[in-house]
């Protein structure tokens, strides 16, 4: 199950990310949204059917792997390239932070609360991207936000030997 499902997570990326430049980032994140909702309502009558499993537990990593396609396109759009690039690796770290964290959580705090507490948490998560989802419009023009500030400069790139900026008294190369 685990190698079918991280398959389709790498897989699905492709399609995930072509989706994005077809239909926009609410509409697809939307989707993304709702299919893992279905999914976890599928997986507690699940747990005793294998096939039925499988299928939501690769649908989920497929839609985990389109979390990762869609913010990394999405921290470019709103931020910029070189900010949305910076932001996208502090937030791929906190994966990181998380899967050690999980191995706290997992000894410490499931023992207490039991795995269909657990699942019901993971599930108000889910919704509550939902809810943010349709809550919140972000602004999706910070990456030009430079370019705003400071009217007077322009930057040119006539060619591979450097960058040029253009201001109102002429040309200087930086």
């Not at 070189?82 to 937030?91: D, E, I, V």
């Not at 108000?124 to 809810?131: M, T």
Request: with cysteine; charged share 15%.
């Amino acid at each position: 199950v685990a190698s079918l499902a991280l398959l389709a997570n790498g897989t699905t990326r492709f399609a995930w990310g072509r989706w994005l430049d077809w239909i926009g980032f609410n509409r697809i994140y939307g989707f993304l949204i709702v299919i893992e909702l279905g999914m976890l309502i599928i997986l507690i009558y699940a747990s005793g059917k294998r096939g039925c499993f499988t299928l939501a537990i690769i649908l989920t990593l497929a839609c985990e792997g389109g979390h990762i396609a869609l913010f990394t396109a999405q921290c470019g759009r709103i931020f910029g390239h070189r900010a949305g690039s910076t932001l996208f690796c502090l937030l791929f770290s906190g994966f990181t932070l998380a899967n050690l964290n999980g191995i706290l959580f997992f000894r410490v705090i499931l023992p207490r609360i039991g795995y269909f507490k657990m699942y019901w948490i993971f599930f108000g998560f889910v919704s509550l991207s939902l809810i943010i989802l349709l809550t919140f419009n972000p602004i999706t023009d910070w990456g030009n936000l430079q370019r705003y500030s400071q009217p007077n400069v322009e930057e040119i790139n006539p060619d591979s030997e450097g960058s040029f900026v253009k201001l109102r008294e002429g040309y200087s190369v930086r």
